[in-house]
């Protein structure tokens, strides 16, 4: 095709994944480098495309140049069998545009490249759908069934036997009153897709579910593994949700190895409460390993309505309320957690050590408490983590 009609072509399939492309002649822009390169289409190109009308053409459409995303302007070529959008083929038009003889050449192909692409899509669906469900089965409640999963992924040669393996999940964090929308999912399964084949093959499987993903990962070098492939994965989110309105951050949570493929349901389910915590209290970072939570590895566990009603220092609940005495709690929470050091509470917060004593002494009047009292400390300081996880800090 790119021979007949002179120009760089490159064949997507209906999710816009690049499936084949042609040897490169000039010219060329950074939209096709990029999808050369990682095999797939940002999110932001895919929200510039679906705009232009490319799901619902018939017939071939020029895409106009976007120097924003740095991309030339495109003839796009439906593949489609009936109604069933199957892919698209690629053709650069800059300098001299396309002729309508050459664009019709190009179309004439697409009958093959429709049968093509239906057997590898129904191929890819078969095998991606089996995936799926050993996944979803490995997560499960039922002993019986994670065990099923298990064995269909050993079987399927999707993961190694006898290595342990680790569930990382990477959460989205949406804009407020904003639900997840198909850009969103894109992003967070290309991140997941891109961290896959970055471990290698038999290394790990992924799941894109309601409002997360998950990454099950083999951890061959033990934490050094998790850790290169969860800050891989990090980058690379935070990359693919650029540009998606919907999405304001995201998070990455990692559960601990387990030695069995059968039992990483415990895994995954501390990576989910990781996760949580990642979102709820940002200090955590965008990457939140279970094994390094503290105390946040209790409160997380415990029911919502018990932490909403946990009343743990009710006077402490009162000045949480009044935003004018944030100063005073920032003070009392890096206070307690550098052990009630006046001095590290001054140089962390550059504090003159004065300040540091007047609002300790501000925060035991208005509480009626003693910071020399080890329960009132103890009291006061997982208030605080509760406050911060459940938000209203």
């Not at 940002?282 to 094994?291: D, I």
């Not at 997380?300 to 709690?329: F, M, T, W, Y």
Request: proline fraction near 5%.
């Amino acid at each position: 095709m790119a021979s007949r009609v002179g120009r760089p072509a490159l064949i997507e399939d209906h999710r816009q994944r690049v499936v084949v492309y042609s040897e490169q002649l000039e010219p060329m822009d950074e939209v096709r480098r990029l999808s050369i390169l990682r095999r797939q289409t940002t999110p932001e190109v895919i929200a510039f495309f679906r705009e232009v009308g490319i799901m619902q053409a018939r017939e071939p459409i020029r895409t106009p140049a976007c120097p924003a995303l740095r991309m030339l302007p495109r003839v796009c070529v439906p593949i489609r069998h009936g109604d069933l959008l199957l892919g698209f083929v690629w053709l650069i038009d800059a300098g001299q545009p396309m002729t309508d003889e050459e664009i019709a050449a190009a179309s004439r192909t697409t009958t093959d490249l429709a049968l093509a692409l239906y057997r590898e899509n129904l191929a890819g669906e078969l095998a991606s759908q089996r995936e799926t469900e050993a996944i979803r089965l490995l997560l499960a409640d039922e002993r019986a069934a994670q065990r099923h999963g298990a064995a269909t992924l050993l079987e399927g040669g999707l993961l190694s036997d006898g290595v342990p393996t680790t569930a990382v999940v990477a959460r989205l964090i949406l804009r407020p009153e904003v639900r997840l929308d198909d850009l969103a999912r894109i992003a967070l399964e290309q991140a997941l897709v891109a961290t896959r084949r970055w471990t290698g093959s038999r290394e790990a499987v992924h799941l894109v579910r309601f409002d997360h993903g998950v990454l099950l990962v083999h951890d061959r070098q033990g934490a050094a593994t998790s850790r290169a492939v969860t800050q891989h994965l990090n980058d690379v989110l935070q990359s693919a949700i650029r540009g998606v309105p919907s999405v304001a951050g995201a998070v990455v949570g990692v559960g601990r190895p387990r030695a069995e493929l059968s039992e990483v349901r415990m895994s995954y389910d501390e990576a989910a409460l990781a996760a949580r915590v990642a979102v709820q209290v940002p200090a955590v970072g965008p990457v939140a390993n279970w094994s390094q939570l503290g105390i946040y590895r209790v409160l997380s566990q415990l029911p919502s309505e018990v932490l909403s009603n946990a009343g743990v220092h009710p006077g402490l609940e009162k000045l949480i309320e009044d935003p004018s005495s944030r100063p005073l709690l920032e003070t009392l929470e890096t206070y307690l957690e550098l052990a009630g050091n006046a001095h590290a509470t001054a140089v962390q917060m550059n504090l003159h050590r004065t300040s540091v004593y007047y609002r300790i002494q501000r925060v035991e009047q208005l509480l009626g408490t003693d910071l020399r009292d080890g329960n009132e400390r103890l009291s006061l300081h997982l208030a605080l983590k509760l406050a911060r996880l459940t938000g209203p800090m």
